[in-house]
């Protein structure tokens, strides 16, 4: 089994751009693909990223996602930040017989 | 619209056993397959388990294997989580979600496991 290690908290202002990273342990990040979800307190995730780089419908252009095989690591980027952005994210993605969650990043947005 | 609709949790005794149901409407259940994700108080999202589309193949996290059974009745529209042996860790809000394009999330409902 491999992990999805995130960093705990990222903070930035309104406006500016943030990014959070999302590593696997082991096997390739490009094997499988990673999604990214949005929790904000007291209610269920939501899908902002799917397949890499995906958006659903109804997720502002302001959300990307990418990989980098490089650094084995996935990148959710947020820019023209506002306030309810502000909330927990977590990456996500799969091998052949588990589904694995990052242990999520709180961004704050001050 | 996609609606995922969790019943079944509550507080339960160390060693016993919860039958969580989520009653799924809005899509063709019998066409995606269909998870179960935990998330303890304060804490972050955990997978659980998984089933495929005709009920074919199962697949769950290393902590419940020989515990939980995850189950689907397509006619019912309707995914199942037997959860026997039940200990305190695994006391968590637990999401019924629909796998395609990232999940699909119900409500959740919460299991409490104390004595």
């Known amino acids: 089994n491999f992990m999805l290690t995130q960093p705990h908290s990222v903070s930035e202002s309104p406006g500016k751009t943030v990014t959070i990273s999302c590593t696997r342990s082991?096997?390739?990040?490009?094997?499988?693909?990673v999604q990214w979800y949005q929790q904000r307190p007291g209610s269920s995730p939501t899908t902002v990223i799917y397949e890499d780089n995906q958006r659903p419908s109804g997720v502002p252009d302001r959300f990307s996602g990418s990989i980098d095989s490089s650094s084995n690591s996935a990148s959710l980027t947020i820019s023209g930040l506002k306030t309810e952005d502000e909330a927990d994210y977590y990456c996500?993605?799969?091998?052949?017989?588990?589904?694995?969650f990052g242990g999520g990043t709180k961004l704050t947005v001050l | 619209e996609v609606q995922l609709v969790e019943s079944g949790g509550g507080l339960v005794q160390p060693g016993g056993s919860l039958r969580l149901s989520c009653a799924a409407s809005?899509?063709?259940?019998?066409?995606?397959?269909m998870s179960w994700v935990r998330q303890a108080p304060g804490k972050g999202l955990e997978w659980v388990a998984n089933i495929k589309q005709d009920g074919s193949e199962k697949y769950y996290v290393d902590s419940v294997k020989g515990r939980f059974t995850i189950s689907r009745d397509n006619a019912k529209n309707s995914l199942y989580l037997q959860m026997n042996s039940l200990r305190a860790e695994d006391t968590a809000v637990y999401y019924c979600?629909?796998?395609?394009?990232?999940?699909?999330w119900g409500q959740g409902t919460m299991v409490t496991v104390s004595s």
């Open positions: 979600a629909r796998d395609s394009y990232g999940l699909i």
């Open positions: 996500q993605s799969y091998d052949s017989s588990n589904e694995v």
């Open positions: 809005g899509f063709t259940f019998s066409s995606y397959w």
């Open positions: 082991s096997g390739s990040i490009a094997s499988n693909y």
